[in-house]
């Protein structure tokens, strides 16, 4: 149980693309889905948080117009990275939370994650 | 004060041998513990959750939470070289949905 599935699993496109990413629950509805990203070697960055039905909200330092989260039902978030650059390349990985637990404790399971490449 | 600290290694550990990976946490308030498991370019993968003082076993893995002393830790019996990976320990902070991560134990098993 608790499968998060993330697609495209990899993208490669010129300059000035827009990318969108969809992460899906597929066996347990995720009121809230994460979106982090991820350079080699370095830590997982939080993006943004996503509640179903509402705004997303964003960490301190990520531009709201450059990654759109779009969280229209209770299995599907989408990130739209706009205008992509070359310094938008990284891991994005998707999460949601769900699956065994109080509503308050339950985990995040993870998408198998996007490798975006801006060239 | 990092909010979840880990030791970032790596942690050499020989094949068979236990390896224990250890995490920090400054919020007293946390109620809920996380461990995952990643290998290189790929997602992380979660192992365990606790949520209660003591120990927690699932099979080679076990994970230990002391909240007074505001530690948790996980233990992995029999390390196999497929163990080899970097850990994150994952805390639910209170009043928050979202988990903090640590950096992250890179943990190589040498056969």
């Known amino acids: 149980g608790a499968v998060v599935s993330q697609h495209p699993s990899r993208v490669i496109c010129k300059s000035g693309t827009s990318v969108k990413i969809e992460c899906r629950s597929l066996?347990?509805?995720?009121?809230?889905m994460f979106w982090y990203r991820q350079f080699p070697k370095k830590s997982l960055m939080l993006m943004a948080t996503?509640?179903?039905?509402?705004?997303?909200?964003?960490e301190q330092g990520v531009e709201k117009d450059k990654f759109l989260i779009n969280h229209a039902s209770l299995t599907l978030s989408t990130l739209t990275v706009t205008s992509a650059h070359p310094e938008d390349s990284s891991f994005y990985i998707c999460?949601?939370?769900?699956?065994?637990?109080?509503?308050?404790?339950?985990?995040?399971?993870f998408g198998d994650g996007t490798r975006l490449s801006i060239l | 004060q990092k909010e979840v600290e880990q030791n970032s290694g790596p942690l050499s550990v020989p094949e068979g041998a236990i390896a224990s990976l250890n995490c920090t946490y400054s919020?007293?308030?946390?109620?809920?513990f996380f461990w995952y498991r990643q290998y290189s370019g790929k997602s992380p993968e979660l192992i365990m959750s606790?949520?209660?003082?003591g120990d927690k076993e699932d099979g080679r893995f076990t994970a230990q939470l002391n909240k007074a002393s505001q530690y948790v830790s996980l233990l992995i019996r029999d390390s196999q070289p497929s163990d080899s990976a970097t850990y994150l320990c994952?805390?639910?902070?209170?009043?928050?949905?979202?988990?903090?991560f640590g950096q992250g134990t890179r943990l190589t098993i040498n056969p």
């Open positions: 606790i949520y209660s003082n």
């Open positions: 066996d347990f509805q995720a009121t809230t």
């Open positions: 996503s509640n179903e039905g509402s705004k997303a909200t964003y």
């Open positions: 999460s949601a939370r769900g699956g065994q637990g109080g509503r308050g404790n339950q985990p995040q399971h």
């Open positions: 994952a805390v639910k902070i209170q009043g928050a949905q979202k988990l903090v």
């Open positions: 919020d007293r308030g946390s109620q809920s």
